[in-house]
Structure formats: structure tokens, C-alpha cells
């Protein structure tokens, strides 16, 4: 996988992300590479319902949500949580990318949105733009983890 | 079949199979079935409603998968079921997810459902105005199947009659 500078908070700590995908694979994937850019995964979840209580539960400085999932949709889950968290960080990452789609979920909330099958480097780009100033970037040996 | 319907499907299952599988695909095999659907490995099935209805599934056998999940999760999965059923929904949900994006943007408007694993040895046989083109992708990994069955729905067809 391609190397790229560390992404981290101002505060030098690793970006935490919430991975919701009903897909294991999606959210191995998806892991892989925020943690190759130097983040750290506070938790996962398999659908809407858990997204948001894993939510809670952990507080990410970003959620990085699917959007076909069972029992409750990315885009519903991403309303509730920025209803409850209007600070919430939230990327949705699907391989249906029509515009109705993205247009509906920027609409409830989310701040941002990566197609499928996720390039590593358009991901990165995105992290950074939608963390803004409260990122920074890093060499992977000046870390503080 | 409409063309105009499948030839998203064939390009975004070329473009996600290349990109997911880091090595060179190719279209082997096609034809139109009318008869059902015979499983070949372990197979998903997404239905689509909507201005177009339908299904489409994707087969692929346990061996196939598990190099198809060690690509996708970037270390050395096991050659079981649940390896396999995971590796065929997550191939289909890329695939089909693609597909509909650029039909969407043509105007076509639909649902799909999250994919479901196809247990059944034999689907049901398609309909006259409905009948299946199968693909086989050869990729350096082993052989993916596509069956698709897709129509306009009958208000869309008219609406198509009627321009």
C-alpha cells in the first residue's frame, strides 16, 4: 500500500474512527488503510442501529459509514447521530454514488462522501478536508501513540 | 434484454474486478438463458425495483474467494463458506453499486437491497420479455459468474413506447 505523511489531531493523538459497514471485508479494508495513515479504530459496526450506539459509546473524531446496510441505512444513522451530535464527523463511503444519493446525505448531516471500491488516496484527501484545521499532518516517527 | 440496461453491469464489474483484484480481467464466456438459474459455488442475489426491476446475481466457487478475500482484506483468508459468502455479497455490493450509480445519472430511478447470500441449487426460471445473460470474468484469481435478469417496469415501458 502506498505510504502517506501520518494524519493526526492537533493534539498530536491519532484520529479515531468509527468503520460502519455490514461488510467485514469493506470495514478490514477501510481499517487497514486509516490505520496506514496513522489512526486508530475506537470501534466497527455492521449496521445503523449499532453505528449509533457505538457512537455514543466511544465518541470518534470520525465515522466512516456505508450506506445500503440492513436494519437501519448509513444515511439514517448519520441524520440521528448528527441530530444528537452536531460536531459528529461523518464521511459516507458507498459504491452507489448517485447524485440523489450524495445530495440526501450531505442534506442530513454528513460531511462528506468516498465511493467504493475505496482508493486509498482519495480517502486520505477527504479525511484531511473534512478534519480541517484539526488535523495535521505527521512523519510516522513523530507520532505521540 | 435491453443493452442499454446490462452494459453498465459489464463495465463496472470489468473496472471493480481490475481495481479489487490488482491484475487483469477478461470477458470469457456469455450467453442468454431462459432456463433457471443453476448455482455454481456460492452465490448473492440483489434485487433491483423500480423504473428497471429485476436481479442480478454473482457465483463464484470457495477456492476463487479465498484469493479473492485475500486481495480485498490485504492478508491470507481461509478457503470456507463464510469467507466465500462474504467475498461474492461484498464483490456484488461494488459491482452493482457502480452500475446503478451510472444508470441512476441517466436517469433511471430504483432501489436495491443489501445482497443476500443465494442458497437455492436452482433459481427460478426467467420470463419471456425477462431472459438472464450470464457472464463468466476470468481474472487472474479464478472465474466470477454475473447472471442478469432486467427489465423496464411496465410504466417505464410505456412511458419509453409513448417517445
Known sequence: MEQFPFLIRKDRAAIRYLVVDDSVFARKNVARMVESFGGEIAGEAGDGCTAITEYDRTSPDMVLMDITMPQMEGIEAAERIVRAHPDARIVMVSSVGYQENIVAALQKGARHFVQKPVKAEILYEVIKYVMGDDAIMAAPAAQEN | ?163
Open chain 2, 1 to 163: 434484454m435491453k443493452m442499454e440496461l446490462i452494459q453498465p453491469f459489464i463495465n463496472a464489474a470489468d473496472a471493480v474486478l481490475a481495481q479489487t483484484l490488482h491484475c487483469p480481467t477478461r470477458i470469457g464466456d456469455v450467453s442468454m438463458e431462459q432456463e433457471a438459474y443453476r448455482r455454481k459455488g456460492v452465490a448473492s442475489l440483489v434485487t433491483i425495483n423500480g423504473d428497471i426491476e429485476g436481479r442480478i446475481i454473482f457465483d463464484i466457487d470457495p477456492k476463487t474467494a479465498a484469493k479473492v478475500a485475500s486481495t480485498l482484506a490485504g492478508s491470507a483468508m481461509e478457503a470456507n463458506d463464510d469467507v466465500a459468502r462474504e467475498t461474492v455479497c461484498e464483490l456484488a455490493n461494488m459491482v452493482i453499486g457502480s452500475a446503478i450509480t451510472t444508470l441512476n445519472d441517466q436517469g433511471f430511478h430504483f432501489k436495491i437491497q443489501p445482497p443476500v447470500v443465494h442458497m437455492a441449487e436452482m433459481g427460478e426460471e426467467s420470463h419471456e420479455d425477462e431472459e438472464a445473460l450470464v457472464m463468466c470474468f476470468d481474472t487472474g484469481n479464478g472465474n466470477v459468474f454475473m447472471n442478469i435478469a432486467l427489465r423496464y417496469n411496465n410504466k417505464k415501458r410505456e412511458e419509453l413506447r409513448s417517445n
